[in-house]
């Protein structure tokens, strides 16, 4: 592999995270490949997406449950959920697109407010595989599209399963 080639799966070396948990065994996430990096002086562009998108928590712990995704950038998102995260957990979201299914690690922001279903968590995106970025790009661009358009877009959608 030449010196300045980025890693990847077809060269059998790529990028990884390792999470470790006081009195856990530590997990390998192979294959994330992408990891977002905020623009130093300009926020992601957001799309808004009004509780109508589902997306499935997988908790530090292991356990799992269920947000409402309120808006979604390249770099993070916006949570509905029925009781906070603390601040720092590391979590992997996911949620589904037309493009398909989009699934991250994400560590957990300070809560925003409490509302009357729960509270708004922000999170940012700190690892995706090259094919969820990929499809993550590709629906952000669609709505960016249809907006400019006028157009109603249904890009976001429930999803199956995490």
């Known amino acids: 592999m030449a010196r300045n080639q980025a890693p990847s799966k077809e060269s059998g070396r790529c990028a990884s995270v390792i999470y470790y948990q006081p009195g856990h065994r530590a997990r390998v996430y192979l294959l994330m490949t992408h990891f977002p990096q905020p623009h130093p002086s300009r926020r992601?562009?957001?799309v808004q997406l009004g509780s109508s998108v589902l997306a499935a928590i997988r908790l530090e712990d292991g356990r799992r449950t269920r947000a409402k995704l309120q808006?979604?950038?390249?770099?993070?998102?916006l949570l509905q959920i029925a009781n906070?995260?603390?601040q720092?957990?590391?979590i992997e979201v996911a949620f589904q697109t037309q493009s398909g299914p989009v699934r991250g690690m994400a560590e957990v922001l300070s809560p925003m407010r409490q509302t009357a279903t729960g509270v708004l968590q922000p999170f940012r995106?700190?690892?995706l595989e090259d094919d969820d970025h990929r499809r993550l790009r590709t629906s952000l661009d669609?709505?960016?599209d249809r907006d400019l358009l006028g157009l109603k877009s249904s890009v976001f959608t429930l999803p199956k399963s995490m």
Do not use: E, N
């Open 71 to 77: 808006s979604v950038s390249a770099t993070g998102g």
């Open 88 to 90: 720092g957990d590391f």
């Open 125 to 127: 995106f700190v690892a």
């Open 142 to 144: 669609h709505v960016a």
């Open 44 to 46: 992601a562009a957001r």
């Open 84 to 86: 906070s995260l603390p």
